[in-house]
């Protein structure tokens, strides 16, 4: 399982742990993801998602997952929140 928010793309970044001695080797800062169900007024069901707590805190101040997924970017989602939002745009035109 890759180590992606599926809702912002973050992912893994490299850097350095710098000894007291200035000596430095590579590391990597894996993203804080978390697996989570969230709700989605439109659909009138729930979506299981791997997202980062980052991610997970905007979805929750733009007003829950319909909200988040008008705004979202189709490059930075996963193929199945992609797939998620394209029926969220459906229902809420039908409706």
Known sequence: MSRVCELTGKG???????????????????????????????????????????ALRTVDHRGGLDGFMAKAREDDLSPNARKIKREIEKAQASA
């Open 12 to 54: 893994p970044m490299v850097g350095n742990n710098v000894s007291h001695a200035n000596n430095r080797t590579r590391r990597r800062f894996l993203p804080n993801l978390n697996d989570v169900s969230l709700m989605s007024e439109t659909l009138g069901r729930t979506v299981k998602l791997r997202i980062s707590s980052a």
